[in-house]
């Protein structure tokens, strides 16, 4: 794990040459950061693509590097049960807040929370510091959802996972001690899809609406071209070999087309009746503009839509609170937004 050190220390190590585009400065920590990975080597989080298993041990090597200290949350297994004909159980991870230290009256909300990677990386382990963080901070229960993964298991996989796992948090709300009129959907880049492709199947199949879809930084569309792809194309921590490999590996071959809405639900054709949505991006992230654009869609569509816009940070910095700095103050940021917009809700 790289040391936070200060930031003149950080400019020096760089060259004094800080990278700005469009208006946004990389904040120094992540700027030396990423100069580090291209250094060494790592292209970006697909480190191989015929070696998968060190992809994800790397990821999740990396995660729990920089997730920093784990929040005192009380943590449980549990089995989410398959609900279409051969889909398998799906592991998920209860995480409880202290809702007592907080003098909360009555249950606290849940998060049905949908991990990043691409469909390809991540798991449980991956994200068990920002899902402790999650609860701890905003003082909400966190279901944290095992789906199944590419290349392994292809389109629509993982949202069908995603779907069950919402159903099943819908219907057992209140055994795992949680408010069942206040439960979010929420993940980051494709995690955020998937939450994204919850609250568009609830509304179309008559389920319960989330309360709230948390978007960090989501890969809503798998065909868009942008401006920011072109801008951050390399070296940023996410790269364009990162989605088109990705991409492919989840819907390559699935017979789901890449427009389908349970792939890239910015291609729906109707956005309206939406929950509200907090859409997180960042300024040097290759999904930078689509995140925009959906919370764009969706706010012309009628639905509340809250954006915030991390200019200084790159794709994936939900996971680097231990750099300090930008990274914990939007950390800090989302995640008392997320508190607030349940509080509401």
Known sequence: MLPVLPEIVQRGLTGFRPLVVDGNILDPTLQLFTASLRASGVPGLVLDEHNLADSRQAMLDLCVALGG???PVAVSGVTVPGRLEGQPDIAARHY?????????DGPAPLVVFFHGGGYVLGGLDTYDALC???????????????????????APAAADDAWAAYLWAVEHALALGADPARIAVAGDSAGGALAAVVAQRARDEGAPLPALQVLLYPWVDLTAPSRSRTLFADGLVLTQRDLDFCGHAYVGGSGVEVTDPRVSPARASDLSGLP???????????????????????????????LRSMGSLVHGFVNFKAFGGACERAIDEVTLALRAHLRRA
């Open 132 to 154: 402790r963080l999650i609860s701890h901070d905003a003082g909400v229960h966190v279901l944290s959802v095992d789906y199944r993964l590419a290349p392994e298991h292809k």
């Open 96 to 104: 409880a807040p202290n809702t007592e230290a907080r003098n909360v």
């Open 69 to 71: 200290p784990p929040a």
């Open 276 to 306: 509200p949505a907090l859409v997180v991006t960042a300024g040097f992230d290759p999904l930078r503009d689509e995140g925009e654009r959906y919370a764009q869609s969706l706010a012309a569509a009628g639905v509340g839509c809250d």
